[in-house]
């Protein structure tokens, strides 16, 4: 009896996605370094870089550039997913993963003890909406089905990444929220450090997700015909 057709797997869209993944790591990599002694990596989130300066230069678009290239990591990472026929749900949650990140390098967070604007509370609504969004689309890309899935092998690590974002999602989450109640000065809980936990979660969660399109370079027959 003949096998149905596989959907083809993009070791391309794989090689762009790590290759933009990498560029925002040594991006923040690179911020961490040079502004430790501005910006706090315990008590300040990562927006907050947007503030800082860099020999007398705004570090601004070096934290744009951080976000833009893990949106087109992503993005890749994304057309991958299109490549290999998977849930239409997984695409839309993704897209919604780098939308957000888009808003984010592009619109900046409010200063530390400053009055709330539009902007600021469209960089926080942005960055909440993509951190849900995207564990959100590594469960639903791993749900079991009829046709063979390259990402079936990675199915308990993406699961068990994802939970741990959600986790710090909504650590990082009730923290933000106490803040705003209590007041700055009465915060305890360290949302810089909780958030640069949840940023390498899912770090680890989209080279988890690439892999598989990874694969495809060493396995001719995953690739397309």
């Known amino acids: 009896m003949p096998q149905p057709a596989q959907a083809a ?6 090689r762009l996605a790590l290759a933009g993944i990498t560029l925002a790591v040594a991006i923040a990599a690179d911020l ?8 706090s990596p315990v008590w300040q989130t990562l927006s907050e870089y947007v503030y800082g300066h860099l020999g007398g230069r705004s570090a601004a678009p070096l934290f744009s550039a951080m976000c833009l290239a893990l949106a087109l990591g992503s993005l890749a990472l994304l057309a991958g997913l299109v490549t290999a026929r998977r849930s239409p749900a997984v695409v839309a949650l993704l897209g919604v993963w780098c ?3 888009t808003i984010c390098a592009t619109v900046p967070v409010d200063p530390d003890g ?22 959100a689309a590594a469960w639903l ?14 199915r308990t690590t993406i699961r068990a990444l994802a939970v741990a974002s959600f986790a710090s ?8 929220v106490f803040t705003l109640i209590t007041g700055p000065a009465q915060q305890e809980v360290t949302l810089g450090l909780f958030e640069r ?22 396995n001719p027959s995953a690739a397309p015909r």
């Open 169 to 176: 999602v909504l650590i990082v989450l009730g923290g933000f």
């Open 197 to 218: 936990l949840l940023f390498t979660v899912d770090l680890a969660l989209l080279l988890t997700m690439v892999r598989p399109l990874l694969a495809a370079a060493r």
């Open 32 to 39: 961490h370094l040079r502004l430790s002694a501005q910006v």
């Open 9 to 14: 797997v993009s070791p391309v869209h794989g």
């Open 114 to 135: 400053q009055a709330r604007t539009f902007d600021g509370q469209l960089h926080n609504a942005a960055a909440l909406t993509a951190f849900l969004a995207l564990p």
């Open 99 to 101: 939308a957000g990140l």
């Open 141 to 154: 890309l791993t749900r079991r089905g009829r046709a063979h899935c390259p990402w079936e092998p990675r």
